[in-house]
């Protein structure tokens, strides 16, 4: 490749050849940017910067001055008094470095970036999603927790700023919580179409605060229709001819800065004015480090960062081109071997681009390694690009010690692929910062990640992780009979055993497909209103935690409905509650590590007599109680709420939600969950198992499919019962629990927990327990054909009754032993 890059020729002609993309906007706008395409199935093109230090490697001194110069703007719009009292947020991965630079050029503000690396002890000060990035989810761990309190103004810096909605996003749930008077957004480039340039305007307006804009060019892409299929094949195509990685043949040396103690790597948990002093101080004696562990005669040498660690590489790689060039005018015997030595900076990144190596192509070559930092979201390939074929004499790689792991000197690891291609790499290791102070694990042992599919559960792993352990191998199910018995004689818990699996008959199986596609566009419109309500009230980038496992194909669509409506691509976690035991404080404080507990909204199917509304809030009050995170809020989004136990839902409807009708061959084939102190331990997620062996009666990728594929005709009827419920009453009035109280009396059963109202508790008495007799809605129709088909299967009784407020209950055998009488004197039929 020849390694004068970008310079003759436009580096985004290629694709704006080939896809008639349009880069127009202020002359100057090619010099800064180039076009590659990705593997993204939200947008094909991707814009290189020239400039930014990430894809393309650039001389560090351009890098920071580009970024130094937006920070003196910054500086000179605010006026010294406010630019005293600004804060700076930068976002990762791309913009960790540019944001530090512009906080350099406003001069005393201290310095804070978004991570995608949770850090156990350091509380979250905040959150946002990226809709288009290959990665969202986004932290804000600051050390000092008033660091984001002030009044004064918040600069906010990306790489580029396109339709916005990250940036407005981050504001909006910022100004929430420490809400100020004025904002700077600070891009490279804007790139904002015509259709959002007056978005800014109208949002500050919204919000009631000044929402200033600085770049340093500004145009817009033109996409033809089609460009995102097109984009997708040109990148299938020139993939598929791939060249494999070549072995290693250079020499790997380790070189020890001597970074000073205490020193923060960067600012994923801020970095001050008084950081910045200590750093200006102990550049030049790490750079001449560096100097000193290159090859005799190197003429080209890449400094190339890590991910979200861009600044520290970017200060020493500027610190080193100002050290050669020195010495290249000097002659100083320390550097005389590497006088005038062309110096370039670059980054690692997650982003997958596609390289192609042609002149006007901004991406020529790519590197790809395991990922070697044990990041959150589990193990994935990472790029370097543009370093293959640059013609560099020496590599010197700056990770921090988090990413210093067997993964990062395997052989298929970074420093191999370096040492394929070129004859010296160099590593030199910067110490993670973690807060001290703040660095007190909240458990002895490291809680597992969540599990997944297809390991655990039929659905895709990305739908939902599980925080439970898995339990598939133990024997855990008991004849419903036997479990009646001793969960109502007081010898066992109902989450200590599993009844055995419902098989469906094919009458039965006929009645769940015709009810689902009876109800498919219901199930969508309530899926969507319950979604736009979290979305308007609850977090504008919420984390989906479904109540296992009823609530987990409905947090599954309410992610459907998210992405496919707004493009976001929301976390989603499913986490055991117990009646009478709780919620899963394990998984609570997994959450709270990775999550701001304020984002979280649990997620249920329907609401019964609201018994799990209230163990829900009890549990959530007593985790606080104990020293747990505190900001969760114990408010259920459910998708029906026929019982009006809480104030998110999408109807109030008694239903019948086809989900219902099945246990886990609807559910990623996953039993009801398990708490059993001989299997669950005190650091232990709560159990289930995975029914691997029911695969061929799954349906629960079905069951999503066919409510998503009803989204597109229902948008408008959303919009309408989302508005109506955001300006209606919904305040809780629990009419379904005084229900079922007269209920138990009238019935002479004397136990609330016995009675089971609305059409999805009834379904799961049939299944689950032993019912004694089921209370039917005069005149209900078809939302009660399944509940009858199985009250014959059983032999229990259906009885009509006028004025009952649910459609059905479900009254489960009082007093139940096996050939014991009930209520009436008479005896159960099995």
Not at 464 to 472: A, F, K
Not at 540 to 547: E, F, H, K
Not at 565 to 573: A, E, I, Q, T, V
Not at 644 to 649: F, K
């Amino acid at each position: 490749m020849n390694h004068a890059v970008n310079k003759a020729v436009w580096s985004g002609s290629w694709v704006a050849e080939r896809l008639g993309v349009e880069l127009v906007g202020d002359d100057g706008l090619t010099e800064l940017l180039g076009l590659a395409l990705r593997r993204n199935p939200k947008r094909a093109h991707l814009l290189v910067s020239n400039v930014l230090g990430k894809h393309v490697p650039q001389s560090p001194s351009v890098v920071y001055g580009h970024g130094f110069a937006l920070g003196r703007r910054v500086r000179d719009l605010l006026g010294a008094d406010e630019a005293r009292r600004a804060v700076v947020l930068g976002y990762a991965e791309t913009a960790t470095g540019l944001g530090h630079c512009v906080a350099d050029g406003v001069g005393l503000a201290p310095y804070l970036h978004s991570t995608r690396r949770p850090v156990p002890g350091v509380a979250t000060a905040g959150g946002f999603e990226e809709s288009h990035s290959h990665a969202t989810s986004h932290l804000l761990l600051p050390e000092d927790p008033a660091l984001l309190v002030g009044d004064g103004p918040l600069v906010l810096v990306d790489d580029e700023f396109s339709t916005g909605n990250t940036i407005l996003n981050t504001i909006r749930d910022l100004h929430e919580r420490y809400p100020r008077g004025r904002y700077v957004v600070v891009a490279l480039v804007d790139m904002r179409s015509a259709a959002d340039a007056g978005r800014l305007d109208e949002f500050a307006r919204e919000i009631g605060a000044r929402v200033d804009l600085v770049a340093a060019a500004s145009g817009t892409v033109r996409l033809p229709e089609g460009v995102l299929e097109k984009g997708q094949e040109l990148v299938a195509r020139h993939e598929a001819a791939a060249v494999p990685a070549p072995p290693s043949y250079g020499r790997i040396a380790r070189v020890d800065l001597r970074w000073p103690r205490g020193l923060p790597d960067g600012g994923r948990h801020g970095f001050t004015p008084q950081h910045r002093i200590r750093l200006e101080r102990a550049l030049p004696a790490m750079a001449a480090r560096l100097a000193e562990a290159l090859p005799p005669k190197a003429r080209r040498v890449l400094v190339l960062g890590f991910e979200e660690l861009m600044y520290a590489p970017l200060r020493l790689a500027r610190e080193l081109e100002q050290l050669v060039d020195t010495a290249d005018t000097a002659d100083t015997a320390d550097t005389a071997d590497t006088a005038g030595a062309e110096v370039r900076y670059s980054t690692t990144t997650r982003s997958p681009v596609l390289a192609v190596d042609d002149p006007g192509y901004a991406i020529r070559s790519r590197l790809v390694f395991p990922a070697h930092d044990d990041p959150a979201d589990g193990p994935g390939e990472r790029y370097a690009y543009n370093v293959a074929g640059g013609g560099f004499d020496a590599v010197i790689a700056v990770v921090d010690s988090a990413a210093d792991t067997p993964e990062l000197h395997a052989s298929d690891g970074l420093l191999a692929r370096l040492a394929a291609h070129t004859p010296h790499v160099v590593l030199a290791v910067v110490p993670s910062y973690v807060p001290e102070p703040l660095y007190v694990p909240e458990r002895p042992a490291m809680l597992p990640e969540p599990l997944r599919g297809p390991a655990f559960s039929s659905y895709p792993p990305e739908e939902v992780g599980w925080l439970l352990q898995d339990l598939s191998d133990v024997t855990l199910e008991a004849p419903t009979e036997e479990r009646e018995e001793a969960i109502q004689s007081g010898g066992a818990h109902y989450a200590e055993s599993l009844p055995v699996e419902y098989q469906p008959s094919e009458q039965y199986q006929e009645l769940f497909h015709t009810a689902l596609e009876a109800s498919a566009g219901r199930l969508a419109l309530a899926v969507g209103a319950v979604t736009e309500l979290v979305l308007a009230e609850r977090s504008p980038r919420p984390v989906l935690v479904s109540l296992a496992r009823a609530g987990t194909p409905i947090g599954v669509l309410m992610r459907r409905w998210a992405q496919f409506r707004h493009g976001l691509d929301l976390p989603h976690y499913a986490v055991s509650i117990v009646r009478g035991r709780g919620i899963d404080a394990n998984a609570l404080r997994w959450l709270a590590a990775h999550h701001d507990p304020a984002d979280v909204v649990f997620v249920d199917g329907w609401t019964g007599k609201g018994a799990i509304t209230r163990e829900l809030a009890d549990a959530v009050k007593e985790f606080e109680a104990r020293g747990g995170a505190v900001g969760f809020d114990p408010e259920i989004a459910v998708l029906a709420d026929p019982g009006s136990c809480v104030r998110t839902y999408g109807t109030r409807e008694d239903f019948l939600i086809p989900s219902a009708c099945l246990n886990s061959t609807v559910s990623g084939l996953i039993s009801r969950t398990v708490l059993r102190a001989d299997l669950v331990g005190p650091n232990d997620f709560h159990g289930a198992k995975f029914y691997r062996e029911l695969a061929g009666a799954d349906v629960s990728v079905a069951f999503l499919d066919a409510v998503a594929a009803r989204f597109p005709e229902v948008g408008e009827a959303v919009d309408a019962q989302a508005k109506e419920l955001l300006s209606g009453d919904r305040a809780p009035t629990w009419e379904g629990w005084a229900a079922v109280e007269r209920i138990s009396e009238e019935y002479g059963i004397h136990d609330v927990n016995l009675v089971k109202p609305g059409v999805g508790e009834t379904t799961r008495v049939l299944l689950r327990r032993v019912p004694w007799k089921i209370l039917a809605r005069a005149g209900a129709g078809a939302d009660l054909d399944h509940v009858r088909l199985l009250a014959e299967q059983r032999g229990v009784p259906v009885e009509e009754v006028a004025e009952l407020p649910y459609t059905c209950v479900g009254l489960i055998h009082p007093k139940y032993t096996r050939g014991a009488t009930g209520a009436d004197g008479k005896a159960v039929t099995v």
